[in-house]
Each structure stands twice: as C-alpha cells, then as structure tokens.
C-alpha cells in the first residue's frame, strides 16, 4: 500500500506561481511511478506530469509543458510540481497517483494509488 497527501493549493492570479506537494508513504520504491493529473468541473481527468523515483525518465503534457516542473526529494519522500505563468484553464483539483508497474502511462486507469487531491484556482 502506498500513502498519497497533497497539499499547496490555492487561488492565485493568472500569471503566478504555485508549487503543490505530494507526499508519499507505505511501500514506495525507486521503480514506482509518480504521476500528477488534474481534473477540471465537467471534464475528464487528464495527465499532467510523471516521473519516476529513480528519476530515469520524466514526461509533461504538452499544455504544460515549459511552465510545469516535476521534481522529487526522495529523502522526504515527496514529489513536488512547481507551476510557473499560471492560466485560467490550469484550474483543477489536482491529484498525484502512483503505478506500480514501472512503464510509463498518461492513462489515469494505470495508476494504483491516488491522493485526495488539491484545489487550484486561477483567476483572470
């Protein structure tokens, strides 16, 4: 079993930053995914970023990607996403969620383990 806390949500302008956390417990190992998805009201919810422990790969969506960074302190066992020039269609509740299976997969049906999830608000 693994352990999934979000937390750094907020409300902020379009343009600013937030960093949002994900801490994890329980059996986490180097092979395991760790993957951030968003889900917005109405909509599906779609892959963000993922990364593995090990750091051997990383992959965004395109509609972060340059804005969005993933990194991990494995020490403390927490993954964060900086996001940087914040837009009004980045609002969501975001997850993280881990696959146990190290393959990498933008498919929310591959992910074993989900968070509760944070609120990101992004006003014009």
């Known amino acids: 079993q693994v352990q999934l806390v979000e937390s750094g949500g907020g409300s902020v302008q379009a343009g600013d930053s937030l960093r949002l956390s994900c801490a994890a417990s329980?059996?986490?190992?180097?092979?395991?995914?760790i993957g951030w998805f968003r889900q917005a009201p109405g909509k599906e919810r779609e892959f963000v970023a993922a990364?593995?422990?090990?750091?051997?790969?990383?992959h965004y969506s395109n509609s972060v990607k340059g804005r969005f960074t993933l990194s991990r302190d494995n020490a403390k066992n927490t993954v964060y996403l900086q996001m940087n020039n914040l837009k009004p269609e980045d609002t969501a509740v975001y997850y993280c969620?881990?696959?146990?299976?190290?393959?990498?997969?933008?498919?929310?049906?591959?992910?074993?383990?989900w968070g509760q999830g944070t609120q990101v608000t992004v006003s014009s």
């Open positions: 329980g059996r986490t190992s180097s092979h395991l995914v």
């Open positions: 990364v593995t422990w090990s750091g051997t790969w990383l």
């Open positions: 969620a881990v696959d146990k299976v190290p393959v990498f997969s933008r498919s929310k049906s591959d992910y074993d383990y």
